[in-house]
């Protein structure tokens, strides 16, 4: 397919690599080990390391299976052109890392994944001032702006609770404003959603979790979608005004982040991603359509108390989702009725697997205010909405029927 012509999601994914030639004719993009590149002579290494001729320098900055991922990457989010992490959490991190300097102020969602709540957290301490507003509302995050807000920082389905932040309206806010918006899409995955259609500037993937979708590797990404103008953004070094300004972003963060901050994606792990994420088109619509069937049975049980899930019509944003997302997700939580034990309940599951992950091919459950939210402490924990019994499901590709009858027989007993 070396034409321009657009093909559908799942057809670009498994011909992304055969863009570029790949050795010997591989369909997969091989694995590069080597950490190190050797050139024709020292005037190429020189140009090379000078930008002036493309080329790999060190294995902690670029690698061949790792760049053949990121283009992926790039194709799924649609956007200009994406870098790789050992992990989500070093992608957040390499974020504020490289942007972010004493005295900024962030709007941050204050529905958020653990460690980025924790991260933000640190960051405060480093004098950076974070606001965490209810960003199910775009008057929250206005509210909070100001003259030094650098970045609003939002997720599209916030884990474990499913509030929706105000996606397009923020995005128009901070067009407007020049703010700089990120969005973690980890829980829609581009599969399902991709944030630059409201106006997101840089786009952050937890490869880990749908992507990778088998829970055998760790990464996270950053894509530019090449929206937001970086001759807006006050902290730019010099040296990475060298390119036309589309650049700036992720030459700064690629160098600021990456490089010196050291969280790259090992390229054993760039191969795990990229032959997981050939499915996820097939792995979502199966674990969408599976999370539909099991949250709308346990709605209808009267030993439930509440479930949370965007695809139910009770679910605060269920219009947002509709509009937006290709589907509702394969995440959702829901709390029993008092009397009712949450260990005892997940006890009793026989597929679902106890175990912290997300977006696996297996469903997975956990107990939230236990495990994963427990550190935060009570206060927090209830101010992001999250019960004492809150169990979080992954909802797997299992066959549906025997997904239903295990939810439902631990229900019975
Ligand atoms: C898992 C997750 C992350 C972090 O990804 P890791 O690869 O585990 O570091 C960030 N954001 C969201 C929404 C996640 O679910």
């Not at 950076?128 to 650098?150: C, G, N, P, Y």
Request: with cysteine.
């Amino acid at each position: 397919m070396n034409d321009t012509k657009k093909y559908g999601f799942t057809t670009t994914i498994l011909h992304s690599d055969r863009q570029k030639s790949i050795e010997h004719g591989s369909l997969h993009k091989p694995i590069h080990t080597s950490v190190t590149f050797g050139y024709r002579d020292a005037r190429e290494l020189a140009a090379v390391f000078q930008g002036k001729q493309s080329g790999y320098r060190y294995g902690r900055q670029g690698n061949p299976t790792v760049s053949a991922l990121e283009e992926k990457i790039t194709r799924m989010e649609d956007g200009l052109s994406s870098i790789c992490f050992a992990t989500g959490m070093a992608a957040i991190g390499a974020l504020f890392q490289a942007l972010l300097r004493q005295g900024d102020h962030v709007v941050s969602s204050a529905f958020l994944f653990g460690n980025t709540n924790s991260l933000w957290q640190t960051v405060s301490g480093q004098g950076i001032d974070v606001s965490f507003v209810d960003a199910t509302d775009v008057q929250h995050v206005e509210t909070a702006l100001t003259a030094k807000t650098r970045i609003v920082f939002v997720e599209t389905i916030a884990n474990p609770r499913t509030q929706i932040a105000d996606l397009r309206r923020i995005g128009e806010l901070c067009r407007e404003r020049g703010i700089l918006y990120i969005v973690d899409n980890t829980m829609t995955s581009p599969y399902l959603f991709q944030p630059k259609t409201v106006f997101a500037g840089l786009v952050m993937n937890a490869l880990t979790k749908s992507i990778a979708g088998h829970g055998n590797a760790l990464g996270g990404s950053l894509t530019d979608t090449g929206l937001y103008d970086w001759t807006m953004f006050p902290n730019i070094f010099d040296t990475y005004k060298r390119n036309v300004p589309t650049q700036w972003g992720l030459a700064q963060i690629r160098a600021k982040g990456l490089r010196d901050f050291g969280g790259s994606l090992a390229p054993e792990a760039a191969h795990h991603i990229a032959v997981g994420a050939e499915t996820i088109a097939l792995r979502m619509e199966r674990e969408c359509a599976n999370a539909v069937a099991v949250a709308r049975m346990l709605e209808a049980d009267s030993r439930v108390a509440a479930v949370h899930y965007p695809g139910l019509s009770s679910h605060p944003q269920h219009r947002i989702a509709t509009e937006l997302f290709r589907s509702y997700g394969s995440l959702f939580s829901f709390e029993l009725k008092d009397g009712i034990d949450c260990f005892d309940y997940m006890n009793r599951l026989k597929l679902a697997v106890p175990a912290s992950n997300l977006g696996d091919t297996r469903t997975l459950v956990i107990p939230v205010a236990h495990t994963i939210f427990y550190e935060m402490g009570p206060e927090r924990r209830a101010s992001m909405g999250i019960a004492e019994s809150l169990i979080r499901v992954s909802v797997g590709i299992e066959d549906p029927i025997d997904l239903l009858e295990d939810f439902r027989q631990a229900l019975d007993a």
